[in-house]
């Protein structure tokens, strides 16, 4: 099974309006981490948001906010107010014990002016 | 601080040649990470280093792909000898102490090998 799976490979967003970029994983380690990063055209990768699996409450930075449901593994990712600078591909990873990243294949989010 | 440095940032080679990608991770960062990224693959873990000392290698993908870290502000990732399909954007990542902390991604270094 995918440890992540991104199933929207394409959204358009109206700027100004939110958007949810959705994130199912697949784990049985009880204690793990998910991370969202952004990477726009240029190709620079940029972390954006961390939720741990036994955080209580809903990670959120600035505009980005992660809609955590545990026992559906689900950790989506919320853009409030889009803006056009959030054109770019979106990745959702998980982080089991060992340290490393297992990356989704990517959400590629426009918005629209 | 400047960030995780990663060069050259282009890189064209032909078949056969030998391949070396490097990068300083940030200053006081002990866990060091190599990724791969490709349209057929999506971003993938090659290897990475705590305090020097490689610890997951299984990413890599034959032999023809070594790694070191002699020092903890430096690393190499080495393809030789390198083949098309290794045409990719490598990119270094480091974190200090792993778990639950985000990593740095470095620029990337693009490759390709005709």
């Known amino acids: 099974a995918q440890k992540i799976t991104q199933t929207q490979p394409g959204m358009f967003v109206q700027e100004k309006e939110a958007v949810t970029l959705d994130c199912t994983y697949d784990?049985?380690?009880?204690?793990?981490?998910l991370f969202w990063y952004k990477q726009p055209s240029s190709g620079e990768m940029i972390f954006l948001i961390y939720q741990g699996s036994y955080d209580q409450q809903n990670a959120t930075e600035g505009r980005y906010s992660l809609n955590f449901q545990k026992a559906r593994k689900s950790a989506n990712l919320v853009i409030s107010a889009s803006q056009l600078g959030d054109s770019a591909m979106y990745f959702c990873?998980?982080?089991?014990?060992?340290?490393?990243?297992?990356f989704g294949a990517g959400t590629i989010l426009r918005v629209k002016s | 601080d400047a960030g995780v440095i990663q060069s050259p940032r282009h890189e064209v080679t032909e078949m056969g040649q030998e391949v070396t990608l490097r990068c300083k991770p940030i200053s006081g960062h002990d866990y060091l990470f190599w990724y791969r990224q490709t349209m057929m693959r999506g971003l993938e873990l090659l290897i990475y280093?705590?305090?020097?000392?490689?610890?997951?290698d299984s990413g890599m993908p034959e032999d023809r792909f070594s790694a070191k870290m002699p020092n903890a502000s430096f690393s190499t990732l080495k393809i030789q000898p390198s083949e098309p399909r290794d045409s990719a954007v490598y990119f270094c990542a480091s974190s200090f102490q792993g778990q639950d902390f985000e990593q740095f991604f470095g620029p990337g270094t693009r490759l390709t090998v005709l």
């Open positions: 784990t049985s380690d009880p204690s793990y981490g």
């Open positions: 990873a998980i982080q089991e014990y060992g340290n490393k990243l297992v």
């Open positions: 280093f705590n305090n020097n000392v490689p610890i997951d």
